[in-house]
């Protein structure tokens, strides 16, 4: 049950559609469940952060707990949730485990990258302290 628009609101709306364009927006149950699995996923800056370091290279295990000053435990926990979700790889190459972005997980770096940029570019400049 939908209620009653004020005239003024639905003017404004008008314009992208109203309710109807608008509800046509939203994305499929499927897809919003995927979108927040994501969301979930990157809710952990190290997540963020292991994303952020295998941009540069594929690396091992012992460069990223230097890197990111993560305990053994902790970074196979959060590497382990990464690949599952397809964002990161392993391979062994000799007695060394090495990690890598995805194709996925090179695009979702990309978007999530553009994005920020592009939120900060529209950002009004914060005026000087006073």
Avoid: W
């Avoid at 809710?43 to 091992?60: A, G, H, N």
């Avoid at 392993?90 to 060394?96: A, Q």
């Amino acid at each position: 049950m939908s209620k009653k628009i004020p005239n003024e609101i639905e003017c404004e709306i008008t314009p992208i559609g109203g309710l109807k364009g608008l509800s046509t927006r939203i994305p499929s149950r499927k897809v919003l469940n995927d979108i927040a699995k994501y969301f979930e996923i990157l809710s952990e800056p190290i997540r963020i952060q292991i994303i952020l370091v295998l941009k540069e290279d594929r690396l091992c295990v012992c460069v990223l707990k230097n890197i990111l000053s993560c305990d053994g435990t902790k970074l196979s926990y959060h590497l382990a949730v990464l690949r599952h979700a397809g964002i990161v790889t392993c391979r062994r190459e000799k007695s060394f485990l090495r990690y890598s972005l995805t194709p996925r997980g090179t695009a979702i770096l990309s978007q999530l990258l553009e994005r920020i940029n592009s939120d900060l570019k529209s950002r009004p400049k914060a005026s000087a302290l006073q």
